[in-house]
């Protein structure tokens, strides 16, 4: 129907030959009312505030309650009357809320990259079979004991501390990361790649579900309670280790921040803007699985924490730039961890629950509460 | 200053197969498929040109080859006189811009951010945006209407709104070159009129170079400077499959070649009111006297019924316009000079030549 067109075409011209168009192009805003692409600063300070905070409750926390006033005063002066308390303090409670800090900042950011890459709600650190990959390694080792003539030596090491765990955990998902990238050389398409991950995810576990079924109650027993997770088996240079680890990943992590924005216009609007998509995805899967194989290794599979936090951080910054959103699911992930981890201290009991059981029955109820509240889950991922 | 800021020498566009790979049940091992041949065109300064033609031609794979994410199967593109191949995908990411037809998933994302993120070429590996990037940034939102929603989620939008702020992210990338893969897909008339008033706008005062595929014809006949037309050949003589033909839309049409393309199809092009023809003539011939609008429409309505429609000719059944009363009139001669009847609405008159028409049927 041209002439119709035509007629709406010179009519709507001939209206707008003096008024402004419409959408107003001559309006223009002063300079100060545009909006800006950071997030309120006090939302990011206000969590690194919580962090403190509860760093000291987890600190106080536990058997034996030491007030907070001390707590403040042993970190502060390294020195108290009660060396007890010190020794409690310095030996036990530190390294453990420090690798509850690194644990909760690793997974989330992890969680967060995978999310973004793969556009999906569910991806956490563990879809690409990282985790299960250190499960592989850890089960290797401990079920292997029973036909091993060592089998003595590794119970010695104890479950969580041992060196030799967290060597297998962390050489069995960079087994599983290096299958991984070599597939992700191969597949051009991220969605793909994400079902072949959860595949070889499913491979590994399988394995695990094999040599459980050929060993011995008490060698299972004993993989079983790494399953669970634990936060207190981090000692001294270990620490160091998992510090330096993690830091890298996060570091890693906010070098890809900008690319991970362009991201979420979907890869061909990325590929049109000059964003080399290869190179983005090596240096995902790289960070996650530096920080998911590492955390996984120390600490055990701890679940949730990665899927839920980058939901949590998002609904709470209201944005979807990861210059903003790394930071801060670092910290939100944190905050969350040392709250499990009080929790799971049972504060004025003498047992402690398993950390990865306490992560997702605390954690689930808050972000089906956020997600409730603000709907926007599905605004994140439409 | 180059005028010719795309060009396209010799392009042969297609699919190379993989080896062994199988194509609806045969072996397309290492088997290359031709789209078209040969292409020779250019886009210049201050152009807009429309790529039209039917699902399946290739236009997408052209748009594709065009802005670098496949690769030619022979000849080259050259942008701004360097062969995109030799150009990195930064370089093309400065000087060529895109607006696709991939909807944005994630919503999380508001509008002001989007249309940011068209700086990125441009911004340090943080991507902070410099004030001359705000500055263009908001120039772009500006431009595109896209005021009223900038602090909305995008999946709040609707498409009309949508398409208006993915033009705007293309701004904000500040390119001489815009290419769009059908901008004016489901929306509706006044947002198209819209979508091509803007870009005609971008053409003329930004001097922007834009390429638009799109299945909306008369749009296309109407605001572009530069037609090119894919279309399908039936014939298996050649080896590769559609046929390109360019050329400033009037000349196509009365040069015959805008007619004749569309003909092979079965369709018939109307040169004289630049619309294709619909409906068949099974009732015979209608005569119709009269000028202006009102014999247009009586046109119409005689030619959906199916008359063909013969004005200015005393042939019987025949209608007469008239208003030299001040009142439009339509005089009905069935099927003599001496009876005749009076309309004073066109309703009336259609439902008796309906009436008519079924007893004589």
Known sequence: MPDLVQEQISEKASKQDNVAPKGHPNLVLPNDEWPRLAPKFSLIASLGLAVAMFFVFDLALGSVKIPIGDVVNILWHNEHENIAWQKIIEYIRLPKGFTAILAGAALSVGGLQMQTLFRNPLAGPSVLGITAGASLGVAIVMLASGVATNAFAIKQLGISGSWLIVLASTMGSALVLLIILGISMQIKDNIVLLIVGIMVGNVTISLISVWQYFSSPEEIQDYLIWTFGSLGGVIEDQLLLLSIVVISGLFLSMIASKSLNVMLLGENYAKSMGLSTSYLRITVILATSLLAGSVTGFCGPIGFIGIAVPHLTRSLLNTSDHRFLIPSSALMGALLMLICDIIAQLPGSQTTLPINAVTALVGSPIVIWVIMKNRNLKASFS | ?361
Request: overall charge neutral.
């Open chain 2, 1 to 361: 200053m180059i005028t010719d800021v795309l060009n396209i020498k010799d392009l042969t566009i297609g699919y190379r197969h993989k080896k062994n790979a199988m194509l609806f049940g045969q072996n397309t091992n290492g088997r290359i498929s031709e789209i078209a041949k040969d292409l020779n065109l250019s886009l210049n300064r201050g152009e807009l040109v429309c790529l039209l033609g039917p699902n399946g031609s290739g236009k997408s794979t052209l748009m594709r080859t065009m802005s670098g994410i496949q690769s030619p199967l022979s000849g080259r593109v050259e942008l701004l006189g360097k062969p995109l191949t030799k150009l990195s995908a930064k370089d093309i990411a400065l000087n060529l811009s895109v607006v696709l037809t991939d909807r944005i998933s994630i919503g999380n994302l508001s509008v002001y951010a989007l249309v940011a993120l068209g700086r990125s070429p441009y911004t340090g590996w943080m991507g902070k945006l410099s004030a001359e990037d705000e500055k263009i940034v908001r120039e772009a939102i500006e431009i595109t209407g896209t005021m009223p929603f900038l602090n909305a989620h995008i999946s709040d939008l609707s498409d009309g709104e949508r398409q208006k702020v993915m033009i705007a992210r293309a701004l904000a990338q500040d390119t001489p070159i815009i290419l769009l893969d059908e901008p004016t897909a489901h929306l509706d008339l006044p947002n198209r009129i819209e979508i091509i008033r803007l870009l005609r706008k971008l053409t003329h005062e930004k001097c922007k170079s834009i390429l638009m595929s799109t299945h909306e014809l008369d749009l296309a006949l109407q605001a572009a400077d530069k037609i090119w037309l894919m279309q399908v050949i039936k014939s298996n003589e050649k080896k590769y499959k559609s046929d390109l033909i360019s050329g400033m839309p009037e000349e196509l049409i009365l040069n015959g070649r805008f007619e004749e393309a569309f003909a092979r199809h079965g369709f018939k092009f109307d040169r004289n009111t630049g619309s294709f023809q619909i409906h068949y003539h099974t009732k015979g011939t209608f005569g119709l006297i009269g000028e202006g609008a009102l014999a247009l429409w009586t046109k119409r309505a005689l030619e959906r019924m199916g008359f063909k429609v013969l004005k200015d000719t005393a042939i019987l059944p025949r209608v007469e316009i008239n208003n030299d009363l001040g009142v439009d009139a339509w005089r009905y001669y069935s099927d003599s000079e001496q009876n005749e009847t009076n309309f004073l609405s066109i309703t009336e008159l259609i439902e008796a030549i309906q009436a008519n028409h079924k007893i004589s049927d």
